[in-house]
């Protein structure tokens, strides 16, 4: 502030609004001075208003209308509150109304479900029994027919030995008196074979069978040499059988002939052998062992007139390898032992099952229970099969 600036004393009424004033600095004081009368000037025209009647009453009812306002505002809210909260309860009081009907309406249904499932396994239950008694009344008559059909066949199968050991007995008579042997190692092979023709006319009825020491059709001895006993033709498939009927073990020089055989150029027709001994072991050669001679599989046997069914196992075995030939590398030592170590453990098993089917009525048997288990087994297929 300038020295020559003329100073003006001038009093204010003391009050709380304008305190503050008093305790600024004197160009603080001036500038709020200026200021105020700024604002003053630049508002002239309204400050007319504040002193006016008039324009209060107009303010207080405007303030009045606005609170009358806000008053029917606040009760329209606790209305609209009151009415949501009421909405709330009667929702709340639908909803579980609605979650009972259909809880009842649920156990109502499931009920009814129930109720028929156990109808139905009284009904399943029921025919289930009537089948079982109906399985009864069938196996009886079944076990009825076997064992009419058992008696039949036991009498037929013994007819039919009787009349095949006459048969044997006639043709052993016939060959004792036309070859007049007196060496028992003859006559005992002779005899062998006659059982041993039996066999295979048993086990391969509608092969050609040619035995080389006999002709059955001109009831004369004969010699085919160089082909072992038999030979059976089997359409593409034809096998040489050499038979021994020894008292003792088959020696290495009985050997000789069935390997030179094999060996011949006059057997190219042979595809496969059977070296048999009837009652004894073979030197070297374990039971069902079996081998190539000049390419041709051979199988040796002992001991066959206690189990002539080894026979047919051979033979299938070999026909097996014949077709196969052209698939496996039979040249592998590897594999021919591998395939014969083999054999040996499934021979073993063979012969401890095979023993106990030595004769025809229990085989009968055997077949007469599994057939009955087939029937048993479709029967209770049915029983499911209704189930379902």
């Not at 700024?38 to 107009?58: A, V």
């Not at 005899?191 to 009831?219: C, M, Q, T, V």
């Not at 039979?330 to 083999?342: A, D, G, H, Q, V």
């Amino acid at each position: 502030m300038e020295d020559d600036e003329e100073l003006i004393e001038f009093c204010l009424p003391s009050n709380e609004k304008i305190e503050p004033f008093f305790h600024l600095i004197n160009e603080k004081k001036i500038k709020i001075i200026e200021l105020g009368l700024m604002c003053y000037n630049q508002t002239n025209e309204k400050i007319h208003y504040w002193n006016n009647k008039d324009m209060e009453d107009k303010v207080n009812k405007i303030i009045q209308d606005k609170d009358l306002e806000k008053g029917k505002i606040e009760e329209a809210l606790y209305q609209t509150q009151d009415l949501l909260n009421n909405k709330d309860k009667i929702y709340n009081e639908e909803r579980m109304k609605l979650i009972e009907n259909i809880k009842n309406e649920e156990a109502e249904k499931y009920k009814l479900l129930i109720n028929e499932k156990t109808e139905s396994l009284k009904e399943i239950e029921q025919s289930k029994n009537e089948l079982y008694k109906k399985m009864d009344e069938i196996r009886f008559t079944i076990d009825e027919k076997v064992s009419i059909k058992e008696e039949k066949l036991k009498k037929e199968y013994s007819e039919r030995e009787e009349s095949l050991n006459n048969e044997i007995k006639n043709l052993r008579s016939k060959v004792e008196s036309q070859l007049k042997t007196t060496g028992n190692s003859y006559y005992n092979g002779v005899e062998g074979e006659e059982e041993l023709w039996s066999k295979l006319n048993l086990f391969y009825p509608k092969h050609r069978i040619e035995d080389n020491n006999f002709d059955h059709e001109a009831e004369e001895k004969r010699k085919i040499t160089h082909r072992g006993d038999f030979v059976i033709y089997d359409k593409d498939f034809t096998i040489m059988i050499e038979s021994k009927n020894y008292s003792g073990n088959i020696q290495k020089s009985k050997q000789e002939a069935f390997y030179n055989d094999m060996k011949n150029e006059k057997n190219k027709d042979i595809d496969c052998g059977i070296f048999i001994s009837l009652k004894t072991g073979v030197v070297g050669k374990e039971d069902m062992q079996w081998e190539f001679i000049n390419g041709k599989p051979v199988m040796w046997l002992h001991n066959t007139c206690e189990y002539y069914e080894k026979i047919k196992f051979a033979y299938s075995f070999l026909k097996t390898l014949v077709t196969s030939r052209n698939e496996i590398d039979f040249t592998s030592e590897e594999i021919c032992s591998t395939m014969n170590s083999k054999l040996s453990l499934f021979k073993g098993k063979i012969n401890l099952q095979r023993r106990s089917l030595n004769n025809y009525i229990s085989e009968q048997n055997r077949l007469l229970d599994e057939q009955e288990e087939i029937l048993f087994s479709e029967y209770i297929c049915n029983l499911f099969d209704f189930k379902k």
